[in-house]
C-alpha cells in the first residue's frame, strides 16, 4: 500500500480504500457527499498511535468547511461509531475531527496550502496515487 493515498473528487459515493474500516468508509462517503476537495487519505497504521486513518480535505469557504463538519460529526454520532471531537469549529479555517480511528482536517484552501499537512505526514511520498 502507497503511504499517501488519494482520491478522485467523483460524483456519488467514494469507494472504501481496500481494507478500510467502516469508520473510514464513512467518513470517505460523507465528504464525497458534501463536495469537500481534494480529498486525501493517509493510512497511518503501524506508523502512529494517534489514528489508523487521517484524512484532508477542503471547503471552498469556511461556511461550507463548517457545514462539512457539522454534517460530518452527526452522520458519524447517527451511526454510532464512537465519541468525536471537534475542534476549531467556530472560525472554520481549519477543523479537526477526531473521531478515533479517523482523524480528519478539514480547510479553507489557502490555510490547507499553508500548512501542507500531506507533505508532513506522507512519510516521503513524492506525489499523492490515485485510489
Given at each position: ?33 458534501d ?23 477542503s ?7 463548517a ?53 508532513m505526514?506522507?512519510f ?8
Amino acid at each position: 500500500m502507497m503511504p499517501l493515498e488519494s482520491l478522485p473528487a467523483t460524483a456519488g459515493i467514494a469507494a472504501p480504500l481496500a481494507g478500510a474500516s467502516p469508520l473510514h468508509g464513512l467518513v470517505l462517503s460523507s465528504l464525497d457527499d458534501d463536495q469537500a476537495q481534494e480529498v486525501v487519505s493517509i493510512p497511518l497504521e503501524g506508523k502512529s498511535s494517534i489514528a489508523d486513518h487521517m484524512v484532508i480535505a477542503s471547503g471552498r469557504s469556511t461556511r461550507q468547511v463548517a457545514a462539512i463538519a457539522t454534517k460530518l460529526a452527526e452522520r458519524i454520532k447517527r451511526a454510532g461509531l464512537g465519541p468525536i471531537r471537534i475542534e476549531g469549529l467556530p472560525a472554520a479555517d481549519w477543523v479537526l475531527i477526531d473521531a478515533g480511528d479517523v482523524v480528519v482536517h478539514l480547510f479553507r484552501p489557502e490555510v490547507r496550502t499553508f500548512y501542507n499537512l500531506e507533505r508532513m505526514w506522507g512519510f516521503g511520498a513524492a506525489a499523492p496515487a490515485a485510489a
